[in-house]
């Protein structure tokens, strides 16, 4: 049974930083490509960031990149969002979500090709 449990969310100020973190159980982390996707009330679920079974590659959408990182260590099975500079869009339920398919990729956002989910963590940026 694989499960992956995010952490890390709360209320935060705009302009400061925070970071997620995702703990995967059920198998080892190496096994799984491993991604971010956000959703925020009335939008649809957007891709945040991916990166690759062993960390070789990293994948962000272009409105992102170099404000959020994505990192992970395969030997505390455990996966990481760094978010700086957060802005009041930055507000939503950030999911954590694992790919069998271990090289990892530009997700399409609604993340379909993902095959395990964490539940989420509220990240909420004050105006």
């Known amino acids: 049974q694989v499960q992956l449990v995010e952490s890390g969310g709360g209320l935060v100020q705009p302009g400061v930083s925070l970071r997620l973190s995702c703990a995967v159980s059920?198998?080892?982390?190496?096994?799984?490509?491993m991604g971010w996707f956000r959703q925020a009330r009335g939008k649809d679920r957007e891709f945040v960031a991916a990166i690759s079974w062993n960390g070789g590659s990293t994948y962000y959408p272009d409105s992102l990149k170099g404000r959020f990182t994505i990192s992970r260590d395969n030997f505390k099975n455990t996966v990481y969002l760094q978010m700086n500079s957060l802005k009041p869009e930055d507000t939503a339920v950030y999911y954590c979500?694992?790919?069998?398919?271990?090289?990892?990729?530009?997700?399409?956002?609604?993340?379909?090709?993902?095959?395990?989910w964490g539940k989420g963590t509220l990240v909420t940026v004050s105006s």
């Open positions: 979500a694992g790919d069998l398919a271990m090289s990892g990729g530009y997700y399409d956002n609604d993340g379909h090709a993902m095959d395990y």
């Open positions: 059920g198998r080892p982390l190496s096994n799984l490509a």
